[in-house]
């Protein structure tokens, strides 16, 4: 896949500059599902793309998209930032919590969705941070896991498209979050961002 277009922003100490990289999630998500299915075109991505309907449901699976790799990215953050928080570990969550769902609410609801839709996903991302007490941080590679199975369900079908490829979708999804990993833990002032996270809390 050719995404990686990743936040170009310097030191992230304060809860706008984090919640700006969490927000990388709308690129990230255009791009993991156009280069899918550019990638299971082959040749035929050309004509592919010039399909409206094929366009119409590539719309709704960005969108659609966007959720499960904010939240991915959301429990990124939570790992690195964890062993910094000591005694305010939930204090920092639930400040979390609130800067995620501020950064979702900067988006309407998307023309390709309906209300119900977005106001549900906006509920799964926060359950999705609810559960990250119950076990230890994991590793940017492992966080995929997860996730890959609901990114490939939403990939829009077509004939011109090849069969599903998990594997490469897997793959692909956790060298991106490997790299944002390394990015983020070369970007970020761990102690001054949990002390702005415990302010929103």
């Known amino acids: 896949m050719g995404f990686f277009g990743l936040w170009r922003g310097h030191s992230i100490r304060e809860s706008e500059a984090l919640g700006d990289f969490l927000d990388q999630a709308i690129a990230l998500g255009r791009e993991v599902v156009e280069d899918y299915a550019r990638g299971r075109a082959g040749t035929d991505a050309d004509a592919l793309f010039a399909d409206a309907a094929f366009l119409s449901a590539l719309e709704r699976a960005r969108w659609e998209a966007y959720p499960?790799?904010?939240?991915?990215?959301?429990?990124?953050?939570?790992?690195?930032?964890?062993?910094?928080?000591?005694?305010?570990?939930?204090?920092?969550?639930?400040?979390?919590?609130?800067?995620?769902?501020?950064?979702?609410?900067?988006?309407?609801?998307?023309?390709?969705?309906?209300?119900?839709?977005?106001?549900?996903?906006?509920?799964?991302?926060?359950?999705?941070?609810?559960?990250?007490?119950?076990?230890?941080?994991?590793?940017?590679?492992?966080?995929?896991?997860?996730?890959?199975?609901?990114?490939?369900?939403?990939?829009?079908?077509?004939?011109?498209?090849?069969?599903?490829?998990?594997?490469?979708?897997?793959?692909?999804?956790?060298?991106?979050?490997?790299?944002?990993?390394?990015?983020?833990v070369r970007l970020a002032r761990p102690a001054a961002l949990v002390a702005a996270l415990l302010r929103r809390r």
Not at 88 to 106: H, I, N, P, S, T
Not at 137 to 150: G, N, R, T
């Open 68 to 184: 499960l790799l904010l939240a991915m990215l959301a429990e990124l953050v939570e790992g690195v930032l964890r062993p910094q928080a000591a005694d305010e570990q939930m204090g920092m969550l639930y400040g979390l919590e609130a800067l995620v769902l501020a950064v979702f609410d900067r988006h309407p609801v998307p023309p390709a969705l309906t209300a119900q839709a977005w106001i549900a996903a906006r509920g799964d991302v926060l359950r999705s941070l609810a559960d990250l007490p119950l076990h230890p941080p994991k590793p940017a590679a492992d966080i995929v896991e997860s996730y890959a199975p609901s990114i490939l369900a939403l990939m829009p079908v077509h004939d011109l498209l090849r069969g599903e490829d998990f594997a490469a979708l897997r793959n692909d999804l956790r060298a991106m979050l490997m790299r944002l990993h390394d990015q983020f």
